[in-house]
């Protein structure tokens, strides 16, 4: 017997780049995803609430998170302020229906912010059902050197926060044991973007199945549980050669993790990670959902 998870798989629209934010919604519609994680940027679309919502309404095609301008490239995307950009982001998220905020941790040069940051997402997140999600990350390299860029800290899971995003492709760049991370994680774990890597420097953000990360066993971890939030193809396409050869790296993405997402209905668990790969580990405690204990940086 084989039980197909609630979990619903989202297509991310920085996955089509440099096509434009309306060819991802035409793309996830047209290859089955259940729906979209807009990429807020420098494209004006994605940065477009009724633009967006346009979008959706013609492609049928649900928006299920918003990620916010986190990134060196939309800095001036939403106000130069960290905090005014993730408060349209909510908004946003609100409109749409969105479940849930994909958030960087903040660059170590944004000193007030990243010494705000985890009070301040808490703070946000009790005012809002929309899910903060907060995302691993990992340390710049050059040559044989380490940057430390991210602060508190490029691994979240030393921070207390209501909701992570893992990526498996930080996971692979970092260089770090994904599945000990998801660990860490708990039922804290929110919201999942899939990718794969080799642990290059690079932040790769392979098609699943195409590096060395455990993206199989996540899904099947995933789907052997109680995890409640989304998984979002976040693949880097920009060396296709063609529109088709990118429609078919994203076919074979959402085929990937629609077979492994389908589990025997036997192996169903209470965590939201636990699956035959974590028997051997310890129980993982129950982590509060009360306020925090703030580490001061």
């Known amino acids: 017997m084989v039980r197909i998870p609630d979990a619903k798989v989202a297509l991310s629209t ?17 290859l089955g995803y259940d729906g979209v994680e807009v990429m807020v940027w420098t494209d004006p679309v994605s940065q477009d609430v009724e633009a967006l919502r346009r979008l959706s309404d013609y492609h049928h095609v649900p928006i299920l998170a918003i990620h916010a301008p986190c ?11 960290p905090w005014t950009k993730l408060q349209r982001a909510r908004s946003a ?21 990243s010494r705000d940051f985890v009070s301040g997402i808490w703070r946000m997140a009790d ?28 691994d979240v899971t030393k921070d207390d926060y209501r909701h992570f995003t893992v990526d498996l492709s930080h996971t692979a760049t970092a260089r770090a044991d994904a599945m000990s991370m998801v660990d860490r994680m708990g039922d804290r774990l929110g919201h999942v973007h899939l990718a794969d890597g080799n642990g290059s420097a690079k932040d790769e953000h392979l098609v699943p199945g195409r590096g060395n990360q455990p993206c199989a066993e996540l899904l099947e971890r995933l789907a052997g549980g109680s995890f409640d939030g989304h998984v979002v193809i976040e693949v880097n396409t920009r060396r296709a050669m063609s529109s088709a050869e990118r429609e078919a790296d994203l076919a074979e993405a959402l085929a990937f993790t629609r077979l492994h997402l389908a ?29 925090p204990r703030i580490r001061r940086t």
């Not at 920085?14 to 047209?30: I, L, N």
């Not at 998220?93 to 912010?113: D, I, K, M």
């Not at 040559?143 to 508190?152: G, I, K, S, T």
């Not at 668990?269 to 580990?281: D, K, L, T």
Request: a neutral charge; proline letters at 8%.
């Open 71 to 81: 990134l060196l490239i939309t800095q001036r995307v939403w106000s130069t302020d």
């Open 93 to 113: 998220a609100e409109r749409l229906g969105a479940s849930t905020v994909v958030v960087h941790p903040p660059f170590r040069w944004q000193r007030q912010y």
């Open 263 to 291: 589990s025997s209905a036997g192996s169903a668990a209470a965590s939201p990670v636990a699956g035959p790969a974590a028997e051997s580990r310890a129980p993982l405690p129950r982590v509060s959902h009360g306020r």
């Open 127 to 154: 005012e809002t059902d929309v899910r903060f999600a907060v995302e691993n990350m990992y340390p710049w390299r050059y040559r044989d050197r380490e940057v430390l860029a991210y602060a508190p800290d490029w």
């Open 14 to 30: 920085a996955s089509v780049y440099p096509e434009s934010t309306a060819t991802a919604f035409e793309m996830a519609g047209r």
